[in-house]
């Protein structure tokens, strides 16, 4: 847990004053993990006690990511009268604490983007998975790098994040429909190995050119269901095993 008060769950509390309502979104190819759907479900029954009025949820179904994130945005945009869109994947398990703690830290002019953290790793099936944080700074355009070793529970400056725990204003569509007019936000861009872009890098990078501020919050950590969790928990004792190592080479060297 963060530093913020520990939510309620069934004494009804009041929506912030001029906060406005809050929509949640995903994507999905038909089939989501079931710790997705409780979490979900949760948020939805716990939400009005803990002062948030959720108006609406949107999902689109598909298997092209940018263009269901696309669709979603314009469907959003378009129809919906809410101020703020929550995205959350559906292999991502959430609880009311985090919805809660982001709710508290989002805000439409000063922090507009508010991500939490989950972890990701390259390695394919059958590997010993090296976890790191979907949280980055930019290096190009085609380039970032991952905010790791992960700061410890700390409200922190971001250039890009994935798109599986984030909250944003309605502001920050309007404004980038404006300077990037019959654009697609999530187009994906070919690249060569490391430098390929995905949709959720290049929606930052229009976000940066636009100078729209991005923030993470490092105790806001959702677990990550792949063949297994990549949890906060794996990621301490991943990284905790490989300094050990390190340390153990050393004094063998010694």
Known sequence: MSKYNKPVIG???PAPKGKGTLTIAWCDNGMVDGKFTEGLMAIGVQAPANGIPISHTLRVQGNQIGRQRQALTDHWIDNIESDWILWIDSDIVVDIHM???LWDL???????IVSGVYFISKEREGSLASP???IFNRVTDNAIQHIHPLPENQLIKIDSAGMGLVIMHRSVF???REMFPNQSLFAEQEGLGD???GEDIVFFNKVHRAGIPVHAHTGIIAAHMKRFALDHDYYSLYWGMVEMKKKLQQQTKE
């Open 11 to 13: 004494k009804p509390a």
């Open 99 to 101: 919805i809660a703690q």
């Open 106 to 112: 989002a805000d439409a002019v000063h922090r507009p």
């Open 132 to 134: 790191v944080p979907c």
């Open 174 to 176: 309007v404004k980038l």
């Open 195 to 197: 430098n390929f872009v």
